[in-house]
């Protein structure tokens, strides 16, 4: 099998190769046909993340080199070891990679994505930048069919995320507008979220005009930039004293800021 591994944190990928592995047990093998590529790579890549000001958070640990990045994975099903059933080879599917322990007391809650002793895809345990991946057990496998296999495997993660928020200011988006702050490719995600979830009017602000173009295309009734003067007077206006939830997706301090200032009473 081939992958693009980090050598040296800092240096480019470099292509290493191995022998496909034979599932065994409850494994499945995976034939990567997409893999994206997240924010956060460029950090594990480089070895640590930018906490801004200067300040440096090292992630160099946990993991062995060469490493192979890529927690965005979708291909189809390669093989699958003698107890892992429910699967057809050759079948379209994403893989969940945030995997924990399944041994500790989050895991056994559910909360895999939460263990202090991940075997996170990508980030602890070899991922998908290559031609195959090992996957521990079929509960992690989703079937994708008729997903575009180009865009199916960032629902894994920047799709996670995006939802998450979402679903966490539902009760509210039924009061009254909810706010989308920030339109990336996580926030562009969280917008169709909220449209799909909620009845009501969601609302986009960003600080860049082709974004906000693209959230008026995608179903935004009403569009902000935080950094006009009189941006958060707008939004007050708009909603008749705020709305009923705002979700930051930019995660700065200006966004954060302006993502609180527009917030109703028991929002
Ligand atoms: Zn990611
Ligand atoms: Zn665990």
Known sequence: M???????????????????P???????????SHCGVCHSDIHLQDGYFDLGGGKQLDVRSGRELPFTLGHEIAGVVEAA???????????????????????????ADGDEHLCNQPRALGVTVDG????HVLVPHPRYILN????????AGSYMCSGLTAYSALRKVEAHGRKGPVMI??????????????????????????????????AGALGASGLFD???????????????????????FAGTQSSLHF????VGKGG
């Open 2 to 20: 081939r992958r693009q591994s980090i050598i040296d944190y800092g240096a480019p990928l470099s292509e290493t190769t191995g022998e496909v």
């Open 22 to 32: 034979v599932p065994q047990g409850s494994e499945v093998l995976v034939r990567v």
């Open 81 to 107: 070891g003698p107890q892992a059933e429910g699967l057809t080879a050759g079948e379209h599917c994403i893989v969940y990679p945030w995997i924990g322990c399944g041994n500790c007391a989050l895991c």
């Open 128 to 131: 998908g930048y290559a031609s």
């Open 144 to 151: 994708a069919q008729g997903i575009a296999p180009e865009i």
């Open 181 to 214: 702050v920030g339109l990336g490719g996580v926030g562009l995600m969280g917008l169709q979220f909220a449209k799909a979830i909620s009845q009501r009017e969601i609302l986009a602000a960003d600080i860049d005009a082709a974004k906000r173009e693209t």
């Open 226 to 248: 935080p950094a006009a003067e009189d941006a958060r007077k707008a939004v007050l206006k708009a909603t008749g004293g705020g709305v009923a939830a705002a979700v930051d």
């Open 259 to 262: 993502a609180q200032s527009i």
